[in-house]
């Protein structure tokens, strides 16, 4: 499928507001949590529908999405706070139905299972996908690769219609593409075809919880 500079460019934008609405929607629904920690009242937020949108069209609910979210942040914080691990690796956390991929580069095997003990502490997690290479962190250019791909998958999947997109969430890690979701068995074939036809992905992980 080719798709034009023009329809990349708007498709790219898409992402980008999609990703963006969901950090909203995040801090609305923390915010009255935040205003009991620090005995305010609390400031009324607004999202725009098509926020709303993207956040209905997701198979999980918006409370397991927020919990999601925490769960990536906490998890994240914690190796933050280990000085040896955050100096030498290059870790990224992504949940989903909390089920957690882990990816990165990390030097050590010792270092690569601490990671992971980390990650099975943070409360409400259910499985991890421990995905690491042994080895020193990747490059500037092979990370902006990856961003890359991945945009490009989405772009591809966005160009589906409906709300596809949306129900599938993809990561790529030195070329490899894990994809995520809860998905009928048809929409997961859907994204491994769609992902195979975009140039510069070396494998596909499917880590797809199926509705059928």
Known sequence: MTISYTARFWIFLFLITDYLMRKILLLTALLPLFSQLMGCTATTVTSTAGGAAVAASDQRSFGTQLDDEIIELN????????????????VNITSYNFIVLITGETPTKEMRSRIEEIVKSIPKVRRVHNMMNTAAPSSLLSRTSDTTLTARIKADMLAQGGNFAHKVKVVTENGTTYLMGVVTRQQGDLAVTLTQGIGGVQKIVKLFEYLD
């Open 75 to 90: 998890a994240s914080n914690a190796i933050y706070q280990d000085q040896r691990l955050n100096e030498q690796s290059h």
